[in-house]
């Protein structure tokens, strides 16, 4: 590069005149970058700005709260949704369903033995058309248990009782 175009080059960048630029150079055997530093040192040439960058949360104003919503954040996580309690409940019934059979019994005789999702999908299917089936087949000495892994004492001794009211029914129906 010839010395015009060094000039031209340094005036430029500086945004100094050809004589300022000329003389630089000679003050600096035809460097460019050591122009530069001689016109920034005179005052010539505003130097660049110095631009830093941190991560630290505290120095950064946009990012002075994440500390706080992170820890929002995690003790949100630890209360319990309700979409999560509507999942752990529906898991919940879904294994007593499956785990757990109807048995309709009339005497010793097992007439029926059906896993309990299948009763409740065909109650809600025909509910009417179940309630008086079951409520007729009391009447002829049906019996109804749910058997298997749940806890179905409460429930069963409900039906026990269904079935002796209707057989109290029976009785003063005979008698009248």
């Known amino acids: 590069m010839d010395e015009l175009e060094k000039v031209e080059k340094l005036r430029e960048r500086a945004n100094v005149s050809y004589e300022e630029a000329k003389e630089a150079l000679e003050k600096s055997n035809g460097d460019l970058l050591d122009a530069i530093v001689y016109l920034e040192k005179q005052g010539k040439v505003n130097a660049p700005n110095q631009t830093s ?4 949360a505290d120095n950064q104003p946009k990012y002075a709260d994440v500390p706080a919503i992170v820890k929002e954040g995690e003790e949100r996580s630890n209360e319990e949704s309700v979409g999560r309690k509507i999942g752990r409940m529906l898991k919940k019934a879904g294994k007593y369903l499956s785990d757990n059979h109807l048995k309709v019994t009339r005497g010793e005789k097992t007439i029926l033995n059906i896993p309990l999702w299948v009763a409740v999908i065909a109650l809600l299917a025909a509910w009417w058309l179940l309630f008086i089936l079951i409520i007729v087949s009391l009447f002829f000495d049906y019996r109804y248990t749910i ?6 004492d409460e429930v069963n001794r409900v039906m026990e009782k269904a079935s002796e009211f209707t057989g109290q029914v029976k009785d003063e129906f005979k008698n009248s």
């Open 53 to 56: 960058y941190s991560t630290d």
């Open 147 to 152: 058997e298997g892994t749940g806890n179905n």
